[in-house]
Structures are given as C-alpha cells and as structure tokens.
C-alpha cells in the first residue's frame, strides 16, 4: 500500500487549496479513504471521510461547509478541496486507508495559513 498526497502549501486566509492522495497497491474502489490532521502540539484529528463509491460524506465540524471530499475511483485519487481557509486548518495533512486491521498513512503534506 502507497499513499501519496499533495498540493499543500501556503495560502492567505480566506484562500483555497485542493489536496490530492494518490493510492496504489490496494484495490481502492473497495476501501474507505480519509483525511486527517495534525498540527503543531496537538493530536491527529479526522477532517473527512468518504465511503468507497464516494457516495457518502462525514467531516469534523469545524471544517464542514468549508472542506469537501471526493474521489475517483478510475485513478486511485481522493482529494480534499479547502475554501474559506483559517490559520487555524494550518497542519499537516494526510490521507489513510485501513484495507484490513493496518492503517497505512501517506508521508503528509503541509498546509500554512497566514497572511
């Protein structure tokens, strides 16, 4: 299992970023795929997760209406569009799959908030 995800970067407040998690080694149109996380001193949190058909959506409440999940199943990819950003979505994010009872997690990609 791989996972690969990119388009971080920095972005003035207000601004939108749209990541994207490249997936290989499993069969992707079976499987779950999420968005999480982490900055600076505090604990990995789950911002969106998406069913294996894309037809169902949950996100933390602090990013709906903001952020939204989709995939594509015909190229292994799931993304994470980010509008109306804060300096408070400034983490690393990372995509993770659970094909079996192992998570697998991508290297992350950083995202900063600031003006």
């Known amino acids: 299992v791989h996972l690969v995800e990119s388009g971080g970067g920095l972005v003035q407040p207000g601004g939108s970023l749209r990541l994207s998690c490249a997936a290989s080694?499993?069969?992707?149109?079976?499987?779950?795929m999420s968005w999480y996380r982490q900055a600076p001193g505090k604990e990995r949190e789950l911002v969106a997760r998406i069913n294996n058909v894309g037809s169902y959506t949950t996100y933390a409440d602090s990013v709906k209406g903001r952020f939204t999940i989709s995939r594509d199943n015909a190229k292994n990819t799931v993304n994470l569009q980010m509008n109306s950003l804060k300096p408070e979505d400034t983490a690393v994010y990372y995509c993770k799959v659970q094909p079996g009872l192992r998570e697998y997690w991508g290297q992350g990609t950083q995202v900063t908030v600031s003006s």
């Open positions: 080694g499993f069969t992707f149109s079976s499987y779950v």
